[in-house]
């Protein structure tokens, strides 16, 4: 059986930590930063973990 690749999208949008959880970057955080408080910016920065409902899709896709 061949091996199972990794999908190309998935691995550019989460990244998996020591301990198996899988994070996320927050919607909003990629630009129009002059039309959002620093508060909110700050606040979105912190990577998220996924929520649990996705977590088994998310696994797959990263092939773990």
């Known amino acids: 059986m061949p091996k199972m690749k990794t999908h ?3 691995k550019k949008r989460f990244r998996v930590t020591g301990t198996g959880k ?8 990629r630009h129009n930063f002059e039309s ?3 508060r909110r910016t700050r606040r979105l920065s912190k990577d998220q ?5 996705e977590r088994r899709r998310v696994r797959k896709l990263l092939g773990r």
């Open 22 to 29: 899988i994070m996320h970057e927050q919607p909003g955080m």
């Open 49 to 53: 973990v996924i929520a649990k409902a």
């Open 36 to 38: 959002k408080p620093s």
């Open 8 to 10: 190309s999208g998935a």
